[in-house]
């Protein structure tokens, strides 16, 4: 069953506010086996409104709407869905009692233009209203159906819930249409969205021609590249069977062609990555920052549980802080002896079992001969005292946040050795 989305406000368009409600819709839509594959963004005009509604219907078998059934004027979901199904408005009582009530309850008097919010397209179910003042709608349209929510997430979610899924689900059963969708996600760092393709390139085809798995890339800025799996099956189990399958048949071939560039599945960070290997040794970790300027200290303690493995952090910013603190040899601290010497002295300096320093020219600036983007990352874990020179894009923002998550990335790396 193929269900559109239609956000209707003004905002969205001028970038206001962000659209989460159709972000929210879609996961839960898959993740119940319902196909969506067009979202639409209107803003509050009864004759455009008119016509996303009728574009929606002409290619799905549901239309879900949020927004627009405020009290206001700019309100007009009500008006221009009621145009759709060629039928008027109808005030429902109940609704402006329930309304009328709920103000009372909360020691004010209603507006009459919240009375509004009662008129209903004729031959329209009431979706009742428990978070807020304006109710939902369902309405027939022929053998197709438009949902009407209100724009506020919170109640758009309840109403969704315990109303709309389980009305799209009867009708998708009607239909004899069962199924799941599940979508995994393997998160890669170190190459490009480019070379990810062409490397995966015979396996997509492949899954195109034989499978219910479609895979997709999602570019996730300095979070790296995410390859996204998402299979469809009778049930949950043989989706999660299929994924499982085509997981390690991906990771297969990533491996073999690039190396060991998946840190992540899901929503593991790289920083969770790292904080996985070092419990699993029975590891703590220090580290050294100069250039990240305390970004990869604030990106471990994020993990819940950090305090076990994590010893804490030293932002040796200033080069004499390095020469008096981390033991560093005086001279150029742009260097990979340098981040070798920051990660031995932290480690020592809060007696920890592994060591990590950072240092390197954000920009825009040239520093101890080194061009900006130029940066070191050094590693003291056991006896290998070791260290990798990057070369890193963008403005001196990007450069630093490159800078922690390459860091972190090449300790994982090496963590992956013992």
């Not at 239909?175 to 599940?182: H, M, S």
């Not at 996985?276 to 990240?292: H, N, W």
């Amino acid at each position: 069953m193929n269900v559109d989305i239609v956000a209707v406000g003004t905002e969205l368009l001028l970038g206001q506010i962000p659209d989460t409600n159709s972000q929210w819709l879609g996961q839960e839509l898959a993740a119940h086996g319902l196909s969506s594959y067009f979202h639409q963004h209107v803003g509050d005009n009864g004759p455009r409104i008119v016509t996303a509604i009728r574009t929606a219907l002409a290619r799905a078998d549901a239309v879900i709407i949020c927004g627009g059934l405020g009290p206001t004027q700019d309100d007009i979901t009500r008006e221009a869905v009621a145009e759709v199904m060629n039928v008027p408005l109808v005030r429902d009582p109940q609704i402006v009692e329930f309304i009328t009530t709920l103000f009372a309850e909360r020691g004010r008097v209603m507006s009459p233009n919240n009375a509004r919010q009662a008129d209903v397209p004729q031959g329209a179910s009431i979706i009742p209203q428990r978070r807020g003042t304006a109710p939902g709608l369902i309405c027939p349209v022929g053998h197709k159906v438009i949902y009407c929510v209100p724009g506020v997430p919170y109640e758009m979610q309840e109403m969704f819930e315990r109303a709309i899924l389980p009305d799209l689900e009867a009708r998708a059963a009607a239909r004899g249409e069962t199924a799941v969708i599940r979508s995994r996600v393997l998160r890669t760092w170190g190459a490009a969205e480019s070379t990810l393709a062409e490397v995966l390139d015979a396996h997509v085809q492949e899954l195109e021609n034989s499978s219910n798995v479609t895979l997709a890339y999602l570019a996730s800025g300095i979070e790296g590249i995410k390859v996204r799996l998402t299979a469809r099956a009778a049930d949950e189990a043989a989706a999660l069977e299929v994924l499982a399958r085509e997981e390690a048949r991906v990771r297969d071939i990533l491996t073999s062609r690039l190396g060991d560039i998946v840190f992540g599945v899901d929503d593991e960070t790289m920083e969770h990555a790292v904080a996985r290997q070092l419990i699993d040794r029975g590891l703590t970790l220090a580290v050294a920052e100069s250039v990240t300027g305390g970004l990869i200290a604030s990106r471990l303690v994020a993990v819940s549980g950090a305090s076990q493995w994590f010893r804490g952090g030293i932002v040796s910013y200033a080069s004499d802080v390095k020469f008096d603190l981390l033991n560093v040899d005086r001279g150029p601290v742009v260097s990979g002896r340098a981040a070798e010497q920051m990660a031995v002295g932290v480690r020592e300096r809060l007696g920890a079992d592994v060591g990590l320093g950072i240092t390197g020219v954000a920009g825009p600036d040239s520093q101890d001969g080194e061009a900006p983007g130029t940066v070191f990352v050094g590693w003291a874990v056991g006896d290998v005292i070791e260290h990798v020179r990057l070369h890193l894009p963008g403005d001196r923002p990007r450069v630093r946040q490159y800078s922690a998550i390459s860091a972190l990335d090449a300790l994982r790396r090496q963590l992956d050795q013992i």
